[in-house]
Protein backbone atom coordinates (compact mmCIF):
# COMPACT_ATOMS: atom_id res chain seq x y z
CA UNK A 1 0.00 0.00 0.00
CA UNK A 2 1.27 3.47 -1.11
CA UNK A 3 1.82 6.28 1.19
CA UNK A 4 -1.07 8.18 -0.48
CA UNK A 5 -3.75 5.10 -0.09
CA UNK A 6 -2.68 4.78 3.46
CA UNK A 7 -3.72 8.48 4.59
CA UNK A 8 -6.51 8.31 2.49
CA UNK A 9 -7.90 5.34 4.18
CA UNK A 10 -7.42 6.66 7.58
CA UNK A 11 -8.60 9.75 6.69
CA UNK A 12 -12.47 7.63 5.83
CA UNK A 13 -12.24 5.50 8.33
CA UNK A 14 -11.99 8.87 10.98
CA UNK A 15 -14.96 10.60 9.01
CA UNK A 16 -17.27 7.12 9.58
CA UNK A 17 -16.08 6.92 13.24
CA UNK A 18 -16.86 10.73 13.49
CA UNK A 19 -20.69 10.45 11.73
CA UNK A 20 -21.33 7.02 13.63
CA UNK A 21 -20.35 9.09 17.23
CA UNK A 22 -23.17 11.94 15.93
CA UNK A 23 -25.21 9.82 15.24
CA UNK A 24 -25.16 7.81 18.59
CA UNK A 25 -24.79 11.13 20.26
CA UNK A 26 -28.16 12.49 18.64
CA UNK A 27 -29.92 9.41 19.63
CA UNK A 28 -29.05 9.92 23.22
CA UNK A 29 -32.02 11.42 25.39
CA UNK A 30 -30.36 14.11 26.51
CA UNK A 31 -29.47 15.24 22.88
CA UNK A 32 -32.98 14.69 21.16
CA UNK A 33 -35.21 17.68 20.21
CA UNK A 34 -38.57 17.46 18.33
CA UNK A 35 -38.94 19.25 15.09
CA UNK A 36 -41.09 21.94 16.94
CA UNK A 37 -38.33 22.58 19.60
CA UNK A 38 -35.67 22.86 17.22
CA UNK A 39 -37.70 25.32 14.74
CA UNK A 40 -38.16 27.28 18.35
CA UNK A 41 -34.14 27.31 19.17
CA UNK A 42 -33.49 28.51 15.80
CA UNK A 43 -36.38 31.33 15.62
CA UNK A 44 -34.72 32.31 19.24
CA UNK A 45 -31.20 32.53 18.28
CA UNK A 46 -32.42 34.63 15.31
CA UNK A 47 -34.20 36.99 17.51
CA UNK A 48 -31.14 38.84 18.13
CA UNK A 49 -30.76 42.30 19.58
CA UNK A 50 -30.78 43.88 16.08
CA UNK A 51 -33.50 42.44 14.93
CA UNK A 52 -35.87 43.74 18.00
CA UNK A 53 -33.74 47.18 17.54
CA UNK A 54 -34.75 47.34 13.98
CA UNK A 55 -38.49 46.14 14.95
CA UNK A 56 -39.09 48.99 17.24
CA UNK A 57 -37.07 51.94 15.24
CA UNK A 58 -38.62 51.12 11.55
CA UNK A 59 -42.38 52.23 11.63
CA UNK A 60 -40.92 55.39 12.83
CA UNK A 61 -38.56 55.81 9.62
CA UNK A 62 -40.13 57.45 6.63
CA UNK A 63 -39.06 58.17 3.25
CA UNK A 64 -38.97 61.93 1.96
CA UNK A 65 -39.83 63.06 -1.54
CA UNK A 66 -39.54 66.82 -2.73
CA UNK A 67 -39.98 68.47 -6.12
CA UNK A 68 -38.02 71.81 -6.86
CA UNK A 69 -39.01 74.21 -10.16
CA UNK A 70 -35.70 75.25 -11.60
CA UNK A 71 -35.54 78.02 -14.37
CA UNK A 72 -33.39 77.39 -16.99
CA UNK A 73 -32.54 79.00 -20.15
CA UNK A 74 -32.55 76.52 -23.11
CA UNK A 75 -31.33 77.27 -26.45
CA UNK A 76 -33.48 76.69 -29.57
CA UNK A 77 -33.35 77.58 -32.96
CA UNK A 78 -34.88 80.92 -34.24
CA UNK A 79 -37.42 79.37 -36.69
CA UNK A 80 -36.07 81.64 -39.41
CA UNK A 81 -32.76 82.40 -41.68
CA UNK A 82 -30.66 85.87 -40.55
CA UNK A 83 -27.84 86.64 -42.41
CA UNK A 84 -26.90 88.44 -38.57
CA UNK A 85 -28.41 85.29 -36.27
CA UNK A 86 -28.63 82.04 -38.54
CA UNK A 87 -25.84 80.62 -36.50
CA UNK A 88 -26.75 82.33 -33.32
CA UNK A 89 -29.84 79.99 -31.35
CA UNK A 90 -32.05 82.01 -28.78
CA UNK A 91 -32.78 81.54 -25.45
CA UNK A 92 -36.27 80.79 -24.00
CA UNK A 93 -37.19 80.26 -20.18
CA UNK A 94 -38.54 76.90 -19.30
CA UNK A 95 -39.52 75.44 -15.48
CA UNK A 96 -37.81 72.12 -14.93
CA UNK A 97 -38.64 69.97 -11.91
CA UNK A 98 -36.02 68.90 -9.72
CA UNK A 99 -36.84 65.97 -7.87
CA UNK A 100 -35.08 64.52 -4.07
CA UNK A 101 -35.36 62.37 -2.47
CA UNK A 102 -34.09 61.44 1.36
CA UNK A 103 -35.35 60.01 4.65
CA UNK A 104 -36.91 60.99 8.12
CA UNK A 105 -37.71 60.30 11.45
CA UNK A 106 -40.84 60.97 13.39
CA UNK A 107 -40.06 61.76 16.62
CA UNK A 108 -43.66 62.68 18.04
CA UNK A 109 -47.06 61.62 17.39
CA UNK A 110 -48.46 65.11 16.74
CA UNK A 111 -46.82 64.22 13.30
CA UNK A 112 -43.59 65.63 13.54
CA UNK A 113 -40.58 64.71 11.62
CA UNK A 114 -36.78 65.01 11.98
CA UNK A 115 -34.35 65.07 8.89
CA UNK A 116 -31.90 66.89 7.41
CA UNK A 117 -31.95 70.35 6.46
CA UNK A 118 -29.96 70.16 2.91
CA UNK A 119 -32.65 67.12 1.93
CA UNK A 120 -35.53 69.82 1.81
CA UNK A 121 -33.70 72.93 0.91
CA UNK A 122 -35.82 74.83 -1.99
CA UNK A 123 -37.91 72.38 -2.03
CA UNK A 124 -41.72 73.63 -3.70
CA UNK A 125 -43.37 70.40 -2.29
CA UNK A 126 -42.61 67.91 0.15
CA UNK A 127 -43.92 64.53 0.36
CA UNK A 128 -43.40 62.11 3.19
CA UNK A 129 -44.32 58.54 2.75
CA UNK A 130 -44.78 56.51 5.93
CA UNK A 131 -43.22 52.49 6.24
CA UNK A 132 -46.97 51.22 5.92
CA UNK A 133 -47.56 52.82 2.56
CA UNK A 134 -49.52 56.12 3.42
CA UNK A 135 -48.38 59.37 1.79
CA UNK A 136 -48.67 62.68 3.08
CA UNK A 137 -47.85 66.85 1.81
CA UNK A 138 -45.60 67.76 4.09
CA UNK A 139 -45.38 71.18 6.04
CA UNK A 140 -41.67 72.79 6.72
CA UNK A 141 -42.13 74.04 10.35
CA UNK A 142 -38.85 75.25 10.42
CA UNK A 143 -35.47 74.68 9.25
CA UNK A 144 -31.57 75.21 10.35
CA UNK A 145 -28.73 75.53 7.39
CA UNK A 146 -25.79 75.68 9.76
CA UNK A 147 -26.89 72.77 11.81
CA UNK A 148 -28.27 71.38 8.59
CA UNK A 149 -31.74 70.17 10.50
CA UNK A 150 -35.31 70.29 9.28
CA UNK A 151 -38.75 69.80 11.05
CA UNK A 152 -41.73 68.70 8.81
CA UNK A 153 -45.00 67.98 9.62
CA UNK A 154 -47.90 65.66 8.60
CA UNK A 155 -51.76 65.56 9.43
CA UNK A 156 -51.61 62.15 10.25
CA UNK A 157 -53.03 59.33 12.87
CA UNK A 158 -51.74 56.21 13.88
CA UNK A 159 -48.24 57.49 13.67
CA UNK A 160 -45.16 55.35 15.18
CA UNK A 161 -42.80 57.76 17.42
CA UNK A 162 -38.88 57.11 17.90
CA UNK A 163 -37.62 56.12 21.10
CA UNK A 164 -34.96 58.52 22.35
CA UNK A 165 -31.63 57.59 23.17
CA UNK A 166 -28.43 59.21 25.23
CA UNK A 167 -26.05 60.23 22.36
CA UNK A 168 -23.84 61.38 25.42
CA UNK A 169 -23.25 58.17 26.82
CA UNK A 170 -22.34 56.31 23.27
CA UNK A 171 -19.71 53.85 23.55
CA UNK A 172 -16.41 53.23 20.84
CA UNK A 173 -16.88 49.91 19.50
CA UNK A 174 -20.80 49.28 20.20
CA UNK A 175 -23.09 48.73 17.26
CA UNK A 176 -24.39 51.40 15.33
CA UNK A 177 -28.13 50.74 13.30
CA UNK A 178 -28.36 53.06 10.21
CA UNK A 179 -31.93 53.25 9.00
CA UNK A 180 -33.11 54.70 5.32
CA UNK A 181 -34.34 54.64 2.28
CA UNK A 182 -31.21 55.26 0.06
CA UNK A 183 -33.62 53.64 -2.88
CA UNK A 184 -36.63 55.46 -2.01
CA UNK A 185 -39.42 53.47 -3.58
CA UNK A 186 -36.94 52.51 -6.26
CA UNK A 187 -37.79 48.81 -4.76
CA UNK A 188 -41.26 48.82 -4.65
CA UNK A 189 -41.62 48.56 -1.24
CA UNK A 190 -41.81 51.76 1.20
CA UNK A 191 -40.02 49.77 4.53
CA UNK A 192 -36.72 51.16 5.00
CA UNK A 193 -33.56 49.24 4.83
CA UNK A 194 -30.57 48.48 7.68
CA UNK A 195 -27.18 48.72 7.76
CA UNK A 196 -25.29 47.91 10.74
CA UNK A 197 -21.62 48.74 12.32
CA UNK A 198 -20.17 50.36 15.50
CA UNK A 199 -19.78 53.64 16.67
CA UNK A 200 -16.13 54.55 15.23
CA UNK A 201 -15.38 57.83 16.63
CA UNK A 202 -17.61 60.81 18.62
CA UNK A 203 -16.55 64.93 18.62
CA UNK A 204 -15.67 64.53 14.73
CA UNK A 205 -15.46 67.83 12.58
CA UNK A 206 -16.20 67.87 8.89
CA UNK A 207 -15.99 70.42 6.32
CA UNK A 208 -17.96 69.70 3.27
CA UNK A 209 -18.49 72.20 0.69
CA UNK A 210 -20.85 75.02 2.18
CA UNK A 211 -20.98 73.62 5.72
CA UNK A 212 -19.19 73.36 8.78
CA UNK A 213 -20.02 70.30 10.81
CA UNK A 214 -19.17 69.67 14.68
CA UNK A 215 -19.51 66.93 17.10
CA UNK A 216 -20.71 64.38 14.79
CA UNK A 217 -20.71 61.06 15.30
CA UNK A 218 -18.84 58.41 13.14
CA UNK A 219 -19.66 55.39 12.04
CA UNK A 220 -18.96 52.39 9.67
CA UNK A 221 -22.83 51.43 9.07
CA UNK A 222 -23.22 51.85 5.56
CA UNK A 223 -24.48 55.38 4.79
CA UNK A 224 -25.51 55.82 0.65
CA UNK A 225 -27.51 58.72 -0.94
CA UNK A 226 -30.68 58.99 0.09
CA UNK A 227 -30.35 58.03 4.12
CA UNK A 228 -29.57 61.80 5.03
CA UNK A 229 -32.08 62.73 7.41
CA UNK A 230 -32.55 59.03 8.74
CA UNK A 231 -31.91 57.55 12.27
CA UNK A 232 -29.13 55.76 13.63
CA UNK A 233 -29.87 53.66 16.87
CA UNK A 234 -28.39 52.14 19.45
CA UNK A 235 -29.57 48.34 20.27
CA UNK A 236 -32.59 49.28 22.15
CA UNK A 237 -34.24 50.92 18.64
CA UNK A 238 -33.29 54.17 20.14
CA UNK A 239 -32.52 57.78 18.44
CA UNK A 240 -28.72 58.49 18.66
CA UNK A 241 -28.06 60.43 15.53
CA UNK A 242 -29.52 62.03 12.28
CA UNK A 243 -27.88 60.20 9.32
CA UNK A 244 -26.05 62.84 7.63
CA UNK A 245 -22.87 62.22 5.39
CA UNK A 246 -20.73 60.28 4.08
CA UNK A 247 -16.92 60.25 3.27
CA UNK A 248 -15.83 58.80 -0.18
CA UNK A 249 -13.96 59.10 -3.04
CA UNK A 250 -16.46 57.70 -5.28
CA UNK A 251 -20.18 58.30 -4.14
CA UNK A 252 -20.58 55.85 -2.09
CA UNK A 253 -20.06 53.98 0.99
CA UNK A 254 -16.81 53.57 2.12
CA UNK A 255 -17.89 52.68 5.57
CA UNK A 256 -16.85 56.64 7.01
CA UNK A 257 -20.10 57.64 7.72
CA UNK A 258 -21.42 60.62 9.80
CA UNK A 259 -24.24 61.48 11.93
CA UNK A 260 -25.67 64.70 14.06
CA UNK A 261 -25.78 63.43 18.04
CA UNK A 262 -29.75 62.92 18.92
CA UNK A 263 -28.73 65.28 21.68
CA UNK A 264 -27.88 67.97 20.04
CA UNK A 265 -30.69 68.01 17.73
CA UNK A 266 -33.26 68.30 20.53
CA UNK A 267 -31.59 71.83 21.63
CA UNK A 268 -32.40 72.16 17.55
CA UNK A 269 -35.48 71.18 17.11
CA UNK A 270 -36.98 72.87 20.34
CA UNK A 271 -36.13 76.04 18.45
CA UNK A 272 -37.19 75.42 15.21
CA UNK A 273 -41.10 74.23 16.58
CA UNK A 274 -41.09 77.43 18.69
CA UNK A 275 -39.51 80.02 16.50
CA UNK A 276 -39.21 78.05 12.46
CA UNK A 277 -35.28 78.57 12.98
CA UNK A 278 -32.76 79.11 15.61
CA UNK A 279 -32.60 82.64 16.83
CA UNK A 280 -29.14 82.72 19.05
CA UNK A 281 -28.89 84.63 22.17
CA UNK A 282 -27.37 88.50 22.49
CA UNK A 283 -24.13 87.86 23.72
CA UNK A 284 -22.46 91.52 23.11
CA UNK A 285 -18.66 90.02 22.16
CA UNK A 286 -16.98 89.91 19.00
CA UNK A 287 -14.45 86.93 18.62
CA UNK A 288 -11.46 85.75 16.45
CA UNK A 289 -9.23 82.85 16.21
CA UNK A 290 -6.47 83.32 18.09
CA UNK A 291 -3.31 84.12 16.47
CA UNK A 292 -0.42 81.37 17.02
CA UNK A 293 2.19 84.00 17.84
CA UNK A 294 -0.03 85.39 20.68
CA UNK A 295 -0.71 81.85 22.03
CA UNK A 296 2.85 81.66 22.23
CA UNK A 297 3.52 84.46 23.66
CA UNK A 298 0.55 83.47 26.57
CA UNK A 299 2.11 79.97 26.57
CA UNK A 300 -1.30 78.32 25.73
CA UNK A 301 -2.36 75.56 23.24
CA UNK A 302 -2.61 77.17 20.16
CA UNK A 303 -5.51 74.62 19.11
CA UNK A 304 -7.77 75.83 22.41
CA UNK A 305 -9.45 79.21 22.56
CA UNK A 306 -10.61 82.23 20.70
CA UNK A 307 -9.72 85.40 21.12
CA UNK A 308 -12.56 88.52 22.53
CA UNK A 309 -11.74 91.28 19.76
CA UNK A 310 -14.69 93.69 21.12
CA UNK A 311 -17.24 93.92 23.99
CA UNK A 312 -20.57 95.96 24.13
CA UNK A 313 -21.76 98.13 26.38
CA UNK A 314 -24.05 96.84 28.67
CA UNK A 315 -23.95 93.86 27.00
CA UNK A 316 -24.73 90.43 29.25
CA UNK A 317 -20.79 89.67 28.29
CA UNK A 318 -19.65 93.01 30.17
CA UNK A 319 -21.85 92.44 32.94
CA UNK A 320 -20.00 89.19 33.23
CA UNK A 321 -16.90 90.80 33.56
CA UNK A 322 -15.29 89.49 30.08
CA UNK A 323 -12.79 91.87 28.55
CA UNK A 324 -11.27 92.79 25.91
CA UNK A 325 -8.09 90.21 24.65
CA UNK A 326 -9.31 87.65 27.32
CA UNK A 327 -8.86 84.17 25.66
CA UNK A 328 -12.23 82.05 26.13
CA UNK A 329 -11.18 78.34 26.30
CA UNK A 330 -14.67 76.85 26.94
CA UNK A 331 -18.57 77.03 27.52
CA UNK A 332 -20.18 75.11 30.19
CA UNK A 333 -16.92 72.74 30.05
CA UNK A 334 -16.95 72.75 26.31
CA UNK A 335 -13.56 73.12 24.82
CA UNK A 336 -13.63 76.19 21.91
CA UNK A 337 -10.99 74.90 19.52
CA UNK A 338 -9.08 77.58 17.48
CA UNK A 339 -12.17 78.45 15.67
CA UNK A 340 -14.82 81.30 15.90
CA UNK A 341 -17.24 78.89 13.97
CA UNK A 342 -16.61 76.52 17.12
CA UNK A 343 -17.80 79.74 19.74
CA UNK A 344 -20.86 80.09 17.16
CA UNK A 345 -21.96 76.70 17.39
CA UNK A 346 -21.74 76.40 20.64
CA UNK A 347 -23.03 79.78 21.77
CA UNK A 348 -26.01 79.91 19.08
CA UNK A 349 -28.00 77.31 21.14
CA UNK A 350 -28.18 79.06 24.69
CA UNK A 351 -31.86 79.54 25.62
CA UNK A 352 -33.03 83.30 27.26
CA UNK A 353 -32.61 83.20 31.07
CA UNK A 354 -29.87 80.31 31.13
CA UNK A 355 -26.84 81.04 33.14
CA UNK A 356 -23.43 80.01 31.99
CA UNK A 357 -20.08 79.43 32.31
CA UNK A 358 -17.45 81.27 30.65
CA UNK A 359 -13.72 79.65 30.79
CA UNK A 360 -11.04 82.89 30.34
CA UNK A 361 -7.52 83.06 30.30
CA UNK A 362 -6.38 87.02 31.28
CA UNK A 363 -2.97 87.43 32.41
CA UNK A 364 -1.66 84.22 33.08
CA UNK A 365 -4.69 83.11 35.08
CA UNK A 366 -7.99 81.13 34.23
CA UNK A 367 -11.01 83.02 35.50
CA UNK A 368 -14.84 81.11 35.38
CA UNK A 369 -17.29 84.17 34.74
CA UNK A 370 -21.19 83.22 34.61
CA UNK A 371 -22.99 84.68 31.88
CA UNK A 372 -26.72 85.03 32.25
CA UNK A 373 -28.74 84.99 28.72
CA UNK A 374 -31.48 88.22 28.77
CA UNK A 375 -32.62 88.05 25.77
CA UNK A 376 -32.44 86.22 21.48
CA UNK A 377 -31.21 88.47 19.21
CA UNK A 378 -34.42 89.16 16.94
CA UNK A 379 -33.27 92.29 15.51
CA UNK A 380 -30.12 93.74 13.79
CA UNK A 381 -29.37 96.76 13.23
CA UNK A 382 -26.55 97.84 10.41
CA UNK A 383 -25.97 101.70 10.69
CA UNK A 384 -24.00 101.49 7.15
CA UNK A 385 -26.91 100.08 5.27
CA UNK A 386 -29.60 102.36 6.98
CA UNK A 387 -31.79 99.26 7.99
CA UNK A 388 -32.83 96.87 11.18
CA UNK A 389 -34.04 93.70 10.16
CA UNK A 390 -36.10 91.49 11.85
CA UNK A 391 -36.61 87.64 11.97
CA UNK A 392 -40.29 86.40 11.95
CA UNK A 393 -42.18 84.29 14.39
CA UNK A 394 -44.34 81.68 13.10
CA UNK A 395 -47.47 83.71 12.93
CA UNK A 396 -45.74 86.43 11.16
CA UNK A 397 -44.29 84.36 8.79
CA UNK A 398 -47.66 82.80 7.18
CA UNK A 399 -48.00 86.75 5.58
CA UNK A 400 -44.87 85.53 3.40
CA UNK A 401 -43.97 82.93 0.76
CA UNK A 402 -40.83 82.72 1.47
CA UNK A 403 -38.07 82.75 4.68
CA UNK A 404 -36.12 84.99 5.39
CA UNK A 405 -35.87 88.49 7.27
CA UNK A 406 -37.65 91.81 7.25
CA UNK A 407 -36.86 95.08 6.46
CA UNK A 408 -38.74 96.52 10.29
CA UNK A 409 -37.01 100.00 9.64
CA UNK A 410 -35.04 101.94 6.77
CA UNK A 411 -33.56 105.26 6.46
CA UNK A 412 -35.27 107.54 4.15
CA UNK A 413 -31.72 108.62 2.88
CA UNK A 414 -30.22 105.55 2.97
CA UNK A 415 -29.22 104.26 -0.39
CA UNK A 416 -31.31 101.19 -0.16
CA UNK A 417 -34.52 103.24 0.32
CA UNK A 418 -33.35 105.73 -2.75
CA UNK A 419 -33.36 102.50 -4.49
CA UNK A 420 -36.77 101.23 -3.38
CA UNK A 421 -36.62 99.08 -0.34
CA UNK A 422 -39.34 99.84 1.58
CA UNK A 423 -40.15 98.62 5.54
CA UNK A 424 -42.21 95.38 5.02
CA UNK A 425 -39.75 93.78 2.30
CA UNK A 426 -38.83 90.49 3.76
CA UNK A 427 -34.68 89.73 1.78
CA UNK A 428 -34.24 86.16 1.20
CA UNK A 429 -30.88 86.28 -0.29
CA UNK A 430 -28.24 88.50 -0.90
CA UNK A 431 -26.00 87.73 -4.13
CA UNK A 432 -26.13 83.87 -4.14
CA UNK A 433 -26.60 83.23 0.08
CA UNK A 434 -29.85 82.54 1.17
CA UNK A 435 -31.12 84.08 4.10
CA UNK A 436 -33.62 82.39 6.12
CA UNK A 437 -32.58 84.14 9.80
CA UNK A 438 -31.14 87.22 11.36
CA UNK A 439 -28.11 85.00 11.94
CA UNK A 440 -28.01 84.18 8.10
CA UNK A 441 -27.80 87.89 7.85
CA UNK A 442 -25.00 88.63 10.26
CA UNK A 443 -23.02 85.88 8.60
CA UNK A 444 -23.30 86.87 5.14
CA UNK A 445 -23.17 90.63 5.70
CA UNK A 446 -19.53 89.77 7.78
CA UNK A 447 -18.05 87.55 5.04
CA UNK A 448 -18.93 90.73 2.63
CA UNK A 449 -15.57 92.83 1.07
CA UNK A 450 -15.10 96.48 1.45
CA UNK A 451 -17.02 98.04 -1.79
CA UNK A 452 -18.21 94.72 -3.05
CA UNK A 453 -20.82 94.90 -5.72
CA UNK A 454 -23.97 92.80 -4.03
CA UNK A 455 -27.98 91.90 -5.30
CA UNK A 456 -30.37 92.20 -2.71
CA UNK A 457 -34.07 89.85 -3.51
CA UNK A 458 -36.71 90.51 -1.80
CA UNK A 459 -40.55 89.40 -1.93
CA UNK A 460 -43.10 91.89 -1.79
CA UNK A 461 -46.66 91.92 -1.06
CA UNK A 462 -46.34 88.25 -2.68
CA UNK A 463 -43.98 88.74 -5.73
CA UNK A 464 -40.04 88.70 -5.76
CA UNK A 465 -38.08 91.73 -6.42
CA UNK A 466 -34.45 92.44 -6.54
CA UNK A 467 -31.83 95.73 -6.25
CA UNK A 468 -28.86 95.13 -8.36
CA UNK A 469 -25.08 96.28 -8.12
CA UNK A 470 -25.54 97.58 -4.83
CA UNK A 471 -22.50 98.64 -3.22
CA UNK A 472 -23.04 99.83 0.47
CA UNK A 473 -20.26 100.31 3.13
CA UNK A 474 -20.50 98.08 6.20
Known sequence: MTTKNHLFGNAYRTKCALLLALCLSISQPGWSQSKPDLQNSVSNSRRSAIVNAVEDASPAVVNINTVREVVEYVRRDSGYWSPFFSDSPFLYRQRTPRRGLGSGVIFNQAGYVLTNQHVIEDADTT???LSDGREYEARIVGEDFLSDLAVLQIDAADLSEIKQGDSDDLMIGEWAI?????????????KPTVTIGVISATDRVLKTEN???????????????????????????????????????????????????????????????????????????????????IAEDLKLDGSIGVLVSAVDDKSPAKKAGIRRGDVIQAINQQPILNSEETFRSIT??????????????????????????????????????????????????????????????????????????????????ISNNPIRSVEDFKLTISELRQNQRISIHFERDGKRDALYDLIIQR
Open 127 to 129: KVI
Open 178 to 190: AIGHPFALAVGNP
Open 211 to 293: RHYHNLIQTDASINPGNSGGPLVNLYGELVGINTAIYSTSGGSQGIGFAIPANDAKQIVSQLIAYGSVVPPYIGISVQDLPQE
Open 348 to 429: RLLNKDQTVTFQVFRRGNRENLHLKIEELQWRFELPGWGITVEQLDLESARKYRLRGVVVAKINRRSTLARRGLKRGDLIFQ
